[in-house]
């Protein structure tokens, strides 16, 4: 892949990453703020923190693909499928700077993610594709 294609995508990885470990260092702090072992099931103070709670959870998983993404572009292989080799089409990418899967691999990811197979974090070695 051209390097020179790969600098924006970088750059929008980068800030992303900023961005989000904002949301994580905020939400980290409500959690902190919202310690009461006495409130009991069902209070909206305790829904409120499980949806923090799940949504510092897929922040933290999207900080993880972001670095991935960066990873992948220090070892040169940003933009290639991480599960078959095949290249990941530049509109996906543009989408989603941080997909390190094709369609088709995140699919049968999620797909055998859902029958509880694969971990969310089950990562292809992309060295095997060399
Ligand atoms: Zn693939």
Known sequence: ?????VTPEKEQ????RLSLLKDIERLR???RGEVDIDVEEGDPDVVEREKSVALLATIEARLASVDDALKSIERGTYGICDRCGND??????????DATLCVSCQAEVERLRKRGIASPRTRWNPADFG
Do not use: C, G, H, W
Not at 13 to 16: A, D, F, P
């Open 29 to 31: 702090e409500t959690l």
């Open 13 to 16: 990885l980068l800030e992303q």
């Open 88 to 97: 990941i089409p530049a509109e996906r990418l543009e989408v989603k700077p």
């Open 1 to 5: 892949m051209d390097t020179k294609l």
